[in-house]
């Protein structure tokens, strides 16, 4: 009875994970086929496998910055046009957890163990690190994930 469990709550996460990516990749191919550079990604936490060699500036910075992986197709349209840099992108949620017009607080623990409200980010901008992360997702610091 519990192996039968377990595998029924991963085989319910992992449809509702498939369903929520094909349900992305729906909304992003009516961008792509205008060429937009519009999407609506997936965010997944930067780690060190985004950690650029030593040559680079942001060597072991990645975590401090407002540097994130973008899809190749992203930089494809970057690079096919010219636009000049700094590329800038502006982030922001799409499902917030409060609908109303209301600035949305949560609690943060601060080092005494007390804690006091901070303000989530309605949005944000940010610049590519690489273009290297699949398509449909974007990779970001932890800081800005708790923004």
């Given at each position: 009875?519990?192996?039968?469990?377990i595998?029924?709550?991963?085989?319910?996460?992992?449809?509702?994970?498939?369903?929520?990516?094909?349900?992305?990749?729906?909304?992003?191919?009516?961008?792509?086929?205008?060429?937009?550079?519009?999407?609506?990604?997936?965010?997944?936490?930067?780690?060190?496998?985004?950690?650029?060699?030593?040559?680079?500036g942001?060597?072991?910075?990645?975590?401090?910055?407002?540097?994130?992986?973008?899809?190749?197709?992203i930089?494809?349209l970057?690079?096919?046009?010219?636009?000049?840099?700094?590329?800038?992108?502006?982030?922001?949620?799409?499902?917030?957890?409060?609908?109303?017009?209301?600035?949305?607080?949560?609690?943060?623990?601060?080092?005494?163990?007390?804690?006091?409200?901070?303000?989530?980010?309605?949005?944000?901008?940010?610049?590519?690190?690489?273009?290297?992360?699949?398509?449909n997702?974007?990779?970001?610091?932890?800081?800005?994930?708790?923004?």
């Amino acid at each position: 009875y519990c192996y039968n469990n377990i595998i029924t709550k991963a085989w319910t996460r992992a449809i509702k994970q498939t369903l929520y990516e094909q349900e992305v990749e729906d909304a992003n191919t009516i961008h792509k086929l205008d060429n937009h550079l519009v999407r609506r990604l997936i965010v997944m936490p930067l780690t060190d496998a985004f950690n650029p060699n030593q040559a680079s500036g942001m060597h072991g910075k990645v975590q401090y910055g407002d540097k994130c992986s973008l899809p190749t197709s992203i930089g494809r349209l970057i690079f096919e046009k010219p636009y000049e840099v700094p590329w800038l992108f502006e982030v922001k949620k799409i499902n917030p957890t409060n609908n109303s017009n209301e600035t949305i607080t949560k609690p943060i623990l601060a080092s005494n163990n007390s804690t006091f409200p901070r303000k989530i980010l309605d949005k944000a901008y940010i610049s590519p690190l690489d273009f290297r992360s699949p398509e449909n997702y974007i990779f970001m610091p932890k800081w800005l994930l708790e923004s």
